[in-house]
């Protein structure tokens, strides 16, 4: 199950046309409430999609959504004054399907960008969605389904509490990179929250999960992540018992995400600790992250250090101090350089799990923070020549 496993939430997904391989291509979430309680997080990019800009504005003025229409297929983004008009009349009639007034519905969109949508079909799309709403896993997963653009994998989370529970989709396989997230997320809950409550139980979450994944540095003009609670399990928990909550479903699907990047083979936690700010260990391992010689050696199984330590020397000292004849970096439990030099022999570390864990110590505090990342791999070229965006 998904967004449909906590009270109170129907999902569709369904093919309305929008993709030419008849693919699920048009999702739609709806909260029954009995509360209608909304919060979101949005791209940062300064080139923002219509639907980012519509959502964005019923978000922070009503704090409240009775549904959520998602496509794939198509970004509507780059698409001028029509573009904004289709993601307005998107709102209008899914609205009307609802029963309630565009204010109340939100819009996503993730596919190419600067191609208007074929809101015929998108249209049409909305009908058979609304027939097709289901509390069931199955709607769940076919609205997760319909979020698909490059991704292999529908991705998905439920998380228990003691009476209420938090579900979510999501999509995401490149251009990750914070802005907030990079991606199209609905994370739904039954729990009972204002708007006040909800919205900071969401930063918190993205601050420390889909804020610090960075496939590859780029980030889009649609990225959305959206919380939603209806109140259906008449429990109000505590506002730290909300966010850890929505926290941990995000890590979740964050994860997702980083394991399903455009053919990655490894998946890379880069941890800084001992660093003199919270925000300097972010910045360093987020240099690390980005280095695509370090990705590239990761790439071909081989702990390169000096490509970590590299990275991290293009931080200015004071954005992260630190002295370099002290920081030690560890690969998957090896200590490879110890006091900015060499240390154990690198070819004790074993590359060939997926996952592969970077520490790098400071020593110059006491804050840490980790970047998940994926590695420079040849299909991640091919899949970024070949389709166009």
Known sequence: MSVTAPRGFRAAGVSAGIKTSSARDLALVVNDGPQHTAAGVFTTNRIQAAPVVWTQAQVRKEGTARGVVLNSGGANAATGKAGYADAEKTAQRAAELLQTVPEQVLICSTGLIGVPLPMDRLLTGLEAAQQQLSASAGAGLNAAEAIMTTDTVTKTVVIERDGWRVGGIAKGAGMLAPGMATMLVVLTTDAAADEKTLDA?????????????????????????????????????????????????????????????????????????????????????????????????????????GRIISAAGTIPADIAPFDPQEIDVYVNGVQVCRAGGVGEDRSLVDMSPREVQVVVDLHAGNFEATIWTNDLTHDYVHENSAYSS
Do not use: Y
Request: glycine letters at 4%; hydrophobic letters at 45%; a negative charge.
């Open 201 to 305: 139980a969401l930063r918190s979450a993205t601050k420390v999960t889909f804020d610090r994944v960075d496939s590859d540095g780029c980030m889009s003009t649609n990225d959305t992540v959206l919380a939603l609670a209806s109140g259906a399990s008449e429990i109000t928990p505590a506002p730290e018992e909300l966010a850890q909550a929505l926290t941990e479903a995000s890590a979740n699907l964050a994860r997702q995400l980083v394991a399903d990047a455009e053919g990655a083979t490894h998946d890379i936690a880069i941890t800084v600790q001992n660093a003199s700010t919270e925000m300097a260990a972010v910045i360093v391992a987020r240099a690390i992250s980005r280095s695509n010689l370090f990705k590239a050696a990761v790439f071909g199984n081989d702990p390169n250090w």
